[in-house]
Protein backbone atom coordinates (compact mmCIF):
# COMPACT_ATOMS: atom_id res chain seq x y z
CA UNK A 1 0.00 0.00 0.00
CA UNK A 2 2.60 2.46 0.84
CA UNK A 3 4.06 1.99 -2.92
CA UNK A 4 0.79 3.29 -4.26
CA UNK A 5 0.68 6.18 -2.22
CA UNK A 6 3.86 7.24 -3.33
CA UNK A 7 3.16 6.77 -6.80
CA UNK A 8 0.55 7.40 -8.37
CA UNK A 9 -0.48 4.51 -10.74
CA UNK A 10 3.90 4.09 -11.41
CA UNK A 11 4.52 8.32 -11.56
CA UNK A 12 5.85 10.01 -8.49
CA UNK A 13 3.93 12.76 -7.54
CA UNK A 14 6.95 15.34 -7.93
CA UNK A 15 6.86 14.45 -11.73
CA UNK A 16 3.25 15.52 -11.55
CA UNK A 17 4.62 19.19 -9.74
CA UNK A 18 7.13 19.64 -12.31
CA UNK A 19 4.51 18.80 -15.25
CA UNK A 20 2.40 21.10 -13.96
CA UNK A 21 4.55 24.10 -13.06
CA UNK A 22 5.76 23.88 -16.55
CA UNK A 23 2.39 24.09 -18.28
CA UNK A 24 1.07 26.99 -15.81
CA UNK A 25 4.55 28.51 -16.76
CA UNK A 26 3.16 28.31 -20.24
CA UNK A 27 -0.14 29.27 -19.88
CA UNK A 28 1.14 32.71 -17.93
CA UNK A 29 3.88 33.26 -20.36
CA UNK A 30 1.17 33.14 -23.06
CA UNK A 31 -1.36 35.44 -21.33
CA UNK A 32 1.84 38.18 -20.68
CA UNK A 33 2.98 38.28 -24.40
CA UNK A 34 0.64 37.45 -26.56
CA UNK A 35 -1.78 40.18 -28.41
CA UNK A 36 -4.68 38.22 -29.95
CA UNK A 37 -7.37 37.36 -27.78
CA UNK A 38 -7.73 34.03 -28.90
CA UNK A 39 -4.71 32.88 -27.64
CA UNK A 40 -4.84 34.99 -24.56
CA UNK A 41 -8.24 32.66 -23.68
CA UNK A 42 -6.71 29.74 -24.48
CA UNK A 43 -3.63 30.33 -22.42
CA UNK A 44 -6.42 30.73 -19.55
CA UNK A 45 -7.42 27.30 -20.33
CA UNK A 46 -3.92 25.94 -20.16
CA UNK A 47 -3.44 27.31 -16.68
CA UNK A 48 -6.87 26.05 -15.59
CA UNK A 49 -5.98 22.54 -17.05
CA UNK A 50 -2.95 22.67 -15.10
CA UNK A 51 -4.44 23.30 -11.85
CA UNK A 52 -6.90 20.44 -12.50
CA UNK A 53 -4.38 17.68 -12.80
CA UNK A 54 -2.38 18.87 -10.24
CA UNK A 55 -5.50 18.87 -7.86
CA UNK A 56 -6.56 15.12 -9.29
CA UNK A 57 -2.80 14.24 -8.46
CA UNK A 58 -2.84 15.05 -5.01
CA UNK A 59 -6.33 14.13 -4.78
CA UNK A 60 -4.75 10.92 -5.88
CA UNK A 61 -2.05 10.71 -3.76
CA UNK A 62 -3.87 11.65 -0.53
CA UNK A 63 -7.10 9.04 -1.27
CA UNK A 64 -9.88 11.59 -0.91
CA UNK A 65 -12.02 12.75 -3.67
CA UNK A 66 -12.19 16.32 -2.55
CA UNK A 67 -9.71 17.28 -4.93
CA UNK A 68 -11.57 15.72 -7.54
CA UNK A 69 -14.59 17.55 -6.77
CA UNK A 70 -12.95 21.14 -7.01
CA UNK A 71 -11.93 19.69 -10.56
CA UNK A 72 -15.11 19.69 -11.55
CA UNK A 73 -16.36 23.01 -10.42
CA UNK A 74 -13.02 24.67 -12.11
CA UNK A 75 -14.19 22.79 -15.62
CA UNK A 76 -17.76 24.60 -14.97
CA UNK A 77 -15.72 27.97 -14.57
CA UNK A 78 -13.77 26.90 -17.30
CA UNK A 79 -17.09 26.62 -19.62
CA UNK A 80 -18.72 29.67 -18.75
CA UNK A 81 -15.42 31.22 -19.40
CA UNK A 82 -14.96 30.69 -22.76
CA UNK A 83 -19.00 30.99 -23.51
CA UNK A 84 -18.83 34.84 -22.01
CA UNK A 85 -15.17 35.11 -23.48
CA UNK A 86 -16.02 34.25 -27.43
CA UNK A 87 -18.99 36.61 -26.96
CA UNK A 88 -16.74 39.18 -26.33
CA UNK A 89 -14.44 37.89 -28.86
CA UNK A 90 -17.23 38.51 -31.26
CA UNK A 91 -18.49 41.36 -30.42
CA UNK A 92 -14.51 42.99 -30.56
CA UNK A 93 -14.62 41.20 -34.09
CA UNK A 94 -17.69 43.07 -35.17
CA UNK A 95 -16.73 46.73 -34.08
CA UNK A 96 -13.09 46.58 -35.26
CA UNK A 97 -12.38 43.60 -37.59
CA UNK A 98 -9.79 42.61 -35.31
CA UNK A 99 -9.13 40.63 -32.24
CA UNK A 100 -5.84 42.35 -31.89
CA UNK A 101 -6.07 44.04 -27.64
CA UNK A 102 -4.61 46.75 -29.06
CA UNK A 103 -7.43 47.63 -31.62
CA UNK A 104 -9.41 47.91 -28.15
CA UNK A 105 -8.47 51.19 -27.76
CA UNK A 106 -11.10 52.32 -30.39
CA UNK A 107 -14.18 51.31 -28.67
CA UNK A 108 -13.30 54.04 -25.66
CA UNK A 109 -15.36 56.93 -25.65
Known amino acids: MDTIVQHIQGVPLNHY???CSVIFAIGV???LIRRNVIIIMMSIELMLNAVNLLLAA???YWGDA?????VFF????????????LSIVIMVYRNTKSVD????????W
Open 29 to 31: IGV
Open 101 to 108: IESLNKLR
Open 58 to 60: FSA
Open 74 to 85: IMALAAAEVAVG
Open 66 to 70: NGQVF
Open 17 to 19: LIF
